[in-house]
């Protein structure tokens, strides 16, 4: 089971996927980061982060911060079947695959999972 140490405030379940490579159990485990600009429908964006580090067994451990949001913005994420709504930084552990993503709070349309 997973833990995400912040940023939880609902769940549902939705189908997702995240390609990052497993690091063998006995290697030193790296930390990678990586950044884009998400933009929901409305032309709504938000400048985010994560980094991931492999904590073996398939399970990584994180962090994610967004450093600018449009107003009438939410930050979501996808954590091993749970759809959650996230506080606009925070911590995962525990996780095989987390994506992040950005919806309209107006017409709740949101973008594609990253």
């Not at 996927?17 to 980061?33: G, T």
């Not at 949001?69 to 994420?77: C, D, I, K, M, V």
Request: net charge positive.
């Amino acid at each position: 089971m997973f833990q995400v140490l912040a940023g939880i405030l609902a769940a549902a379940g939705v189908a997702g996927s995240q390609p990052v490579p497993e690091a063998p159990p006995d290697a030193a485990a790296e930390l990678a980061r990586a950044c884009t600009m998400l933009t929901a429908p409305g032309n709504r964006r938000a400048n985010v982060c994560k980094t991931w580090t492999a904590m073996g067994g398939g399970v990584y451990r994180g962090t994610w911060s967004t450093s600018s949001h449009a107003s009438g913005t939410r930050l979501q994420f996808y954590a091993d079947g749970y759809v959650f709504n996230a506080a606009w930084s925070g911590e995962y552990s525990g996780v095989q695959r987390f994506l992040l993503r950005l919806c309209n709070t107006s017409t709740g349309r949101c973008s594609a999972w990253w």
